[in-house]
């Protein structure tokens, strides 16, 4: 079946750490994006990407960073430099979008 | 700014019938989306509109009026597992996804 896999479903972050979530789909769609959620508040873009190779700046890009080598993946990465990192994590593929499962990530 | 609005929660009865409202505010309009959310779960597509007019589909349908920025979101027989966040979504004139808040339904017996 065709789908997006993002893993890990839950993750914990160290103070100082990089830590980097994937999500990886097989439904051979170019656009990707990345979504933030916090309580109350409405999903917010962080990354997207419309081709191999490519991706932009989101609304909220400081402190992550993302890549974008392979069709199928588009893994993010939750840098030291993001202060406030814990959220639900969202991969979402085409415009109207395929979510992932998700990824909740707390900071210990 | 761009903005979407939609109450923060709702509660409704089983078997009944509830509309969720959503008014937008966006720097051009490419099309309304609402998606169902369980907690702790990823949204699922429920619906999209970008002519005026109701679209039904089965228990759910959903209604847009572009000159007046709304839309709604109508779901009829509500069943127990109807509980569930409702989000809102327009996509501006650059095709990004502008996100509302989200709606919390509770459905009681």
């Known amino acids: 079946d065709g789908g997006i896999t993002q893993s890990p479903k839950y993750l914990f972050r160290k103070e100082g750490q990089n830590v980097t979530l994937s999500c990886e789909q097989n439904?051979?769609?170019?656009?990707m994006y990345w979504y933030r959620q916090d309580p109350g508040q409405g999903l917010r873009l962080i990354y997207y990407?419309?081709?191999?190779?490519?991706?932009q700046k989101g609304d909220i890009a400081e402190g992550y960073s993302v890549s974008r080598e392979k069709k199928e993946s588009f893994p993010l990465t939750v840098t030291s430099a993001q202060k406030n990192p814990t959220a639900f994590y969202l991969c979402?593929?085409?415009?109207?979008?395929?979510f992932g499962s998700g990824t909740q990530l707390s900071v210990l | 700014g761009q903005n979407i609005d939609q109450p923060t929660e709702m509660t409704a009865t089983e078997g009944a019938i509830v509309q969720i409202n959503c008014t937008y505010q966006?720097?051009?309009?490419?099309?309304l989306f609402w998606y169902q959310q369980h907690a702790g779960e990823a949204p699922t597509f429920l619906s999209y509109n970008v002519l005026d007019g109701l679209e039904e589909k089965g228990r759910f349908s959903s209604f847009l009026s572009r000159s007046k920025g709304y839309s709604y979101l109508l779901l009829k027989e509500l069943q127990m597992k109807d509980s569930a966040s409702y989000l809102c979504a327009v996509m501006d004139s650059n095709y990004q996804l502008i996100w509302g808040a989200g709606t919390k339904l509770i459905i009681k017996p």
């Open positions: 979402a593929s085409r415009e109207k979008l395929f």
């Open positions: 966006t720097s051009g309009f490419n099309g």
């Open positions: 990407s419309q081709i191999v190779n490519d991706f």
């Open positions: 439904l051979n769609h170019d656009a």
